[in-house]
């Protein structure tokens, strides 16, 4: 009895240790899914508000959104107002903002550097606040971020209910005034914000280095630096060949990678090649450029050297005219029949001229499992009155005396506007027509008529009563059938005894040589 009480025991302590194991486990993966791993960057600046809010939350990632209720709302202006939305699911901040019609300032207090700076907003109509009535401007110090902006269309055009602008400003000061000011122009404007986001980043993320030498400007002589007087707006952040990233599973700057397949171009073959075994080692650029996954999935041509070069592997981007672009490339070679410099040499075209004539992954990064970026810029012009305009970017094979394989990869794609004199303003999306509901119908449509549209009828009418008429006389007349001229009927004759269903001729007096000018046929015939 006492062996089988320690050995029940002993049964139960392992089975204890073993469930312990599991738990812990689990536990670890549901943390690193969830983007609870240590990140490569923790930003001196953090900040995310929750607008309008009276209480501070924790979205589902885990990360605090404060009340602006208190802190950081300049309570010099005193008309602003609080207002809830009703919205599908429990997002935040999408669930309550602050409007006015009149302008407001939130005032922030931030160590000096580059910040990533976000505003959230979700247009619906709040109470007396129509959607359709908000427009208005935004301004961080000397720079205008949006002019007469109008949240509804920017939805309508983007699909989408909610959505959130993303800036990049290097702060000089330790404050950070965001000014937002309804459109007087336009009838009962007002201006609203959901959310707002303030976090730093590393001084040289975007930004040059005093020491570098800058970078290609496409179809331009000199070479091009982003300095810290500029701004930029993000436009696009994608994980080509991969999944979305969320902002929790960013390397700790909260930023939001989308996939690429809207972008691509239609009718392309392309490969999505995913690492399983390199872990991607940084050792010539910082382990935050961009997440892991980023750099273990990518997009290639394929192996069919015929078909590649034959085409161009093409992305396409809309963006707005009249603006210069900072184009980021992600790449890693992980493949395993990449491993030499010259093994996979490729063109790279940016709005449709030669940005890069040999690019070779494993020559910029020394080795294989190396993630490298690659900068440019690109004017994107204005032709007469068009808003927007596409930017593509776009991989062919090296000659196939330069490269080994006539291939071309990319892992990551990243698009900035520039500011331009201090604005980072474009025009908004033109209105979406609306479509009718499929169940209200079209008021009848009458006919119109005119005097000359009568009498054609009229005379159309009378004309065919006279022509049937006389058809009618002419078969029913006694005396036709005897009155046909003989050489018609004759010619008839031949033509039924001489031809058989499929319409040759048949000179014998076979199964085709029916008699049809027999007198009992003769009435038929002549009808």
């Known amino acids: 009895m006492k062996n089988f009480t320690q050995r029940f025991f002993s049964s139960q302590k392992k089975l204890c240790v073993l469930t312990l194991f599991h738990f812990t486990f689990l536990y670890s993966i549901t943390i690193a899914f969830a983007g609870g791993l240590p990140k490569p960057y923790t930003p001196h600046d953090n900040i995310a508000l929750d607008c309008g809010s009276t209480n501070n939350k924790i979205d589902l990632a885990g990360r605090s959104w404060f009340a602006d209720s208190t802190i950081f709302l300049d309570q ?19 669930k309550t903002a602050r409007l006015s019609r009149s ?31 908000a427009f208005f401007d935004v301004h961080i110090g000397g720079y205008t971020l949006l002019r007469s902006f109008s949240p509804a269309l920017t939805a309508d055009y983007l699909k989408s209910e ?16 965001i000014l937002f000011s309804p459109d007087p122009s336009m009838p009962d404007s007002y201006a609203f914000i959901n959310g707002i986001e303030i976090v730093s980043m590393p001084n040289n993320l975007y930004y040059s280095a005093d020491d570098d030498t800058g970078f290609n400007f496409v179809n331009q ?18 994980n080509v060949g991969g999944s979305s990233i969320s902002p929790a599973q960013d390397t700790g700057m909260y930023r939001n990678w989308s996939e690429d397949d809207e972008y691509l171009t239609n009718g392309k073959p392309s490969v999505l090649p995913v690492n399983l ?29 015929t078909v590649n070069e034959n085409y161009r ?5 809309r963006v707005d005219s009249g603006f210069t672009y900072y184009v980021r490339l992600h790449f890693c070679e992980f493949q395993k029949e990449i491993t030499e410099p010259g093994d996979r040499v490729f063109q790279i075209y940016i709005d449709n001229i030669v940005a890069e004539h040999q690019a070779d ?40 005396w330069r490269t080994k394989y006539s291939d071309a990869i990319l892992n990551g794609v990243e698009i900035f506007k520039l500011s331009n004199e201090g604005n980072l303003a ?37 004309s065919g009563f006279v022509a049937l008429s006389a058809i009618c006389f002419l078969i029913f007349r006694p005396k036709s059938r005897v009155e046909v001229s003989s050489s018609w009927y004759q010619l008839s004759c031949k033509d039924y005894s001489s031809m058989d269903g499929s319409g040759e001729e048949h000179s014998g007096v076979g199964k085709h040589s029916k008699n049809t000018c027999s007198p009992e046929n003769k009435k038929w015939d002549l009808l």
């Open 76 to 94: 010099s202006n005193k008309v602003s107002v609080i207002l809830s939305s009703v919205t599908k699911g429990n997002s935040i901040p999408y």
């Open 103 to 133: 302008q407001f300032t939130y005032s922030f207090t931030v160590t000096p550097g580059p910040k990533f700076i976000r505003l959230h907003f979700y247009p619906s109509s709040y109470q007396e606040f129509n959607r359709s009535n």
């Open 162 to 177: 909610v959505f959130a602008k993303e800036f990049c400003i290097n702060i000089d000061d330790q404050k950070l005034n």
């Open 221 to 238: 002589v000199n070479p091009y630096r982003i300095l810290e007087k500029q701004a930029l707006e993000t436009v696009y952040r994608v």
């Open 277 to 305: 075994s390199i872990n991607p080692s940084f050792s010539v650029i910082p382990n935050y450029s961009a997440p892991i996954p980023v750099y273990k999935t990518a997009r290639t041509m394929g192996t069919n050297k």
């Open 313 to 317: 592997l093409t992305w396409e981007f």
């Open 361 to 400: 992954v494993i020559s910029w990064a020394g080795a294989k499992g190396v993630p490298v970026y690659r900068d440019y810029a690109v004017m994107i012009g204005r032709a007469g009155t068009e808003k927007k305009r596409n930017l593509s970017i776009a991989l062919h094979p090296a000659p196939a």
């Open 426 to 462: 474009g025009a908004n999306p033109d209105r979406i027509p609306t479509i009718p509901h499929q169940n209200s119908l079209p008021p009848p449509i009458r006919p119109k008529y005119n005097s000359r549209a009568i009498f054609l009828i009229v005379i159309g009418v009378a």
